[in-house]
């Protein structure tokens, strides 16, 4: 059974950072791309970083260039997502997939169950 579980979420103040690591067991993903999405209260969820299964080629969204940065160890199966510089319009729910190397939710496969990022003004 695959299991994808995210973890770090939190409350910060604005201007301030947060660390979220998503942990994937039961079978290998090394060949599989990841990928960070959030949904807001009453948004769609939305695309916010992918990363190739070698780490070599990461992707944001516009909005979190420069501020949130993608990375995963392929060994034991992590991607981390380093949030920084984090901004009230960031406070969503936060959902790792495991996937294709794409902005569009559809193409990933797994899921995980999310954590709540809230940031305060």
């Known amino acids: 059974q695959v299991q994808v579980v995210e973890s770090g979420g939190g409350l910060v103040q604005a201007g301030g950072s947060l660390r979220l690591s998503c942990a994937v067991s039961?079978?290998?993903?090394?060949?599989?791309?990841m990928g960070w999405f959030r949904q807001a209260p009453g948004k769609e969820r939305e695309f916010v970083a992918a990363?190739?299964?070698?780490?070599?080629?990461?992707y944001n969204v516009d909005s979190v260039k420069g501020r949130f940065t993608i990375s995963r160890d392929t060994f034991t199966n992590t991607v981390y997502l380093q949030m920084s510089s984090l901004k009230p319009e960031d406070t969503a729910v936060y959902y790792c997939?495991?996937?294709?190397?794409?902005?569009?939710?559809?193409?990933?496969?797994?899921w995980g169950q999310g954590t709540q990022v809230t940031v305060s003004s």
């Open positions: 990363i190739s299964w070698s780490g070599g080629r990461t």
């Open positions: 997939a495991v996937g294709s190397v794409s902005p569009i939710a559809s193409d990933y496969d797994y």
């Open positions: 039961g079978r290998t993903f090394r060949s599989y791309a």
